[in-house]
Each structure stands twice: as structure tokens, then as C-alpha cells.
């Protein structure tokens, strides 16, 4: 196994299948981002979303996508000048992987591409215990979806932030007034469906812990631009209270929990959520 990969092994207690699958993607993904800044492309780009809260500000979960938002739109942006880039740097530490754009069916401003590798593979190169690789299923598929958005909204702020391994290098990231907004976004416009995204709640119960506020004027040009504002109406804190109260009302809070569940090394940290909870989260929520 290479030194650095393992170093990086050995900052995580792994005891199940699931710590140890977290901790290599986890290690994937930092990889890839020492692989993007190698390419220079924070400098059109900034990191944001779980993996930036989790990678970058330490939140305890984990995550499984890399999102990314560039400074300034650019229609004829392509992830695929990048891929090879993020796939050479991961084979050069020893990774079985390959790194593909994925072709659109629609017109839309995310570019994605998705990092793929055998997990058992993989975990065989880094050395993870024989008695965990062989609770891992024949032919499972390590994926980690990249996405970039190329119609940024405005009104946001980044800052470089420094990760010392594999070896030292920055990435240029959101601010967290502006993480928080994206996540709030989130909370307020994804479409569900069946599967409530617990791992949104809980982001947010980190983000009110904190004392953060959030950047109303970037959430504000957020829903304006998937429709959820109009035009002329600007977004208060009280509008803001109003509609996070409507979601916590329609919120399958038992499906949030299993959504989440499996990303946290200490599950009972969400025994006590339910819609009184997050009414009382929603009344502390800080904007500026």
C-alpha cells in the first residue's frame, strides 16, 4: 500500500464493513481534489456541499458526492478536461479506478462524472483486514458521483482551505454563510420523492450548533433561479421560518433517519429527531 494512503487509513477507528467503505471513499475523494488542484481547477471552481462540510470543516458524517460550483458561468465548461486529471492522480497512489463524464439527456447547467472502482479491489490494494473484505459482496461497485455547476448563483463569498495529505495543497471552497445557504436550499426545494435526504437535517443541526449564520442574499438568488422565489419577492428571515416550517410539517422524520443512519459512526446522535425537534432547531437559525 502506498505510505500516504495508509497514513490517511490510520486517522479513522474502522471497526464495520461501513467505517471502513466510508473511509475509503473518504480517502478517494481527497485525492481527487489534490488531483483538481493539480489541474488548476480551483481556479474556476470552488468545492461546496456535505463533502465540503465533512472534508473541510470537519461536520462528523460522511459524504458521497463531490459538488462543485464555478466562480462565474461558463456554458462551454466540460468536467471531461478534468477527469483524466483526478484519474491519473488516483492510479498514481495505487487505485483501481477509472473517472468518465456522463453523457447529458437534457439540457442542464451540472456537468457530472462519476469515479468508479471494484470495492473489494480496492480495499485489497489499501489493506483493509481480510475478515471485513469478505463481508464485501462479489462484484460491489465503489462509485462517487463529481458534479459541477456551471450557472452559478451569485451573492457568494470563498475561502482557500488547506488539506495537509496526501500531501499539502488548498482548495478553494465556499464560505460557510454560503454552504449554509446551499444546504438550506436543499432543505427547502429538493424533490424527495420516497426518499427523504436525512443527511440534509442533520447538516443543518450542525450548522444552528455552531452559532453559523446563513447568507440569505445567496439563498434568496438560489430560489429565484430554480423558480422558488419570484422575481420582485425578496426572501426574509421570516419568509425564510415560514416556509422551513411547511417542510418540517411534510417531513418523514423515521425515513430521514435511515437515510442518514449508515454515514454516522454514532446513530443514537438522532434518536431524539422529530418535527417538535426541529421546529425548536428551526427557531435558533441565525441569518446575515
Known amino acids: 500500500m502506498n505510505d500516504a494512503v495508509r497514513e490517511m487509513l490510520d486517522r479513522y477507528d474502522c471497526r464495520?464493513?461501513?467505517?471502513?467503505?466510508?473511509a475509503l471513499k473518504e480517502i478517494i475523494q481527497e485525492v481527487a481534489l489534490l488531483g483538481l488542484w493539480r489541474s488548476k481547477f480551483f481556479e474556476k471552481a470552488a468545492f461546496y456541499g456535505g463533502s465540503a462540510l465533512r472534508i473541510l470543516y470537519g461536520i462528523d458524517r460522511f459524504s458521497e458526492?463531490?459538488?462543485?460550483?464555478?466562480?462565474?458561468?461558463?456554458?462551454?465548461?466540460?468536467?471531461?478536461?478534468?477527469?483524466?486529471?483526478?484519474?491519473?492522480?488516483?492510479?498514481?497512489?495505487?487505485?483501481?479506478?477509472?473517472?468518465?463524464?456522463?453523457?447529458?439527456?437534457?439540457?442542464?447547467?451540472?456537468?457530472?462524472?462519476?469515479?468508479?472502482?471494484?470495492?473489494?479491489?480496492?480495499?485489497?490494494?489499501?489493506?483493509?483486514?481480510?475478515?471485513?473484505?469478505?463481508?464485501?459482496?462479489?462484484?460491489?461497485v465503489l462509485k462517487i458521483k463529481v458534479e459541477v455547476d456551471t450557472d452559478p448563483p451569485g451573492n457568494f463569498l470563498t475561502e482557500a482551505k488547506y488539506l495537509l495529505q496526501p500531501?499539502?495543497?488548498?482548495?478553494?471552497?465556499?464560505?460557510?454563510?454560503?454552504?449554509?445557504?446551499?444546504?438550506?436550499?436543499?432543505?427547502?426545494?429538493?424533490?424527495?420523492?420516497?426518499?427523504?435526504?436525512?443527511?440534509?437535517w442533520y447538516d443543518l443541526v450542525w450548522y444552528v450548533g455552531r452559532g453559523e449564520s446563513l447568507g440569505l442574499k445567496h439563498l434568496e438568488e438560489r430560489m429565484k433561479q430554480t423558480r422558488h422565489l419570484e422575481g420582485d419577492q425578496s426572501l426574509t428571515?421570516?419568509?425564510?421560518?415560514?416556509?422551513?416550517?411547511?417542510?418540517?410539517g411534510s417531513t418523514d422524520f423515521t425515513a430521514a433517519k435511515k437515510d442518514v443512519e449508515h454515514l454516522l459512526r454514532d446513530p443514537s446522535s438522532i434518536e431524539v429527531w422529530s418535527r417538535d425537534f426541529f421546529r425548536v432547531i428551526a427557531e435558533k437559525i441565525r441569518t446575515v
Not at 16 to 22: A, F, K, L, M, R
Open 16 to 22: 464495520s464493513v461501513d467505517d471502513y467503505e466510508n
Open 65 to 140: 458526492d463531490l459538488d462543485f460550483s464555478l466562480l462565474k458561468r461558463d456554458a462551454g465548461f466540460s468536467i471531461h478536461d478534468y477527469c483524466r486529471a483526478v484519474e491519473g492522480e488516483l492510479k498514481s497512489f495505487g487505485f483501481s479506478v477509472s473517472v468518465e463524464r456522463k453523457e447529458k439527456t437534457s439540457r442542464t447547467p451540472i456537468d457530472s462524472a462519476f469515479i468508479k472502482g471494484g470495492t473489494l479491489g480496492n480495499m485489497i490494494l489499501v489493506d483493509i483486514p481480510e475478515p471485513v473484505r469478505k463481508k464485501v459482496r462479489s462484484g460491489q
Open 237 to 248: 428571515e421570516d419568509v425564510l421560518k415560514r416556509m422551513l416550517e411547511k417542510r418540517i
Open 167 to 200: 500531501v499539502p495543497f488548498s482548495v478553494n471552497v465556499y464560505a460557510l454563510p454560503h454552504l449554509y445557504a446551499g444546504k438550506m436550499h436543499a432543505i427547502l426545494c429538493r424533490s424527495w420523492g420516497s426518499r427523504v435526504k436525512g443527511r440534509d
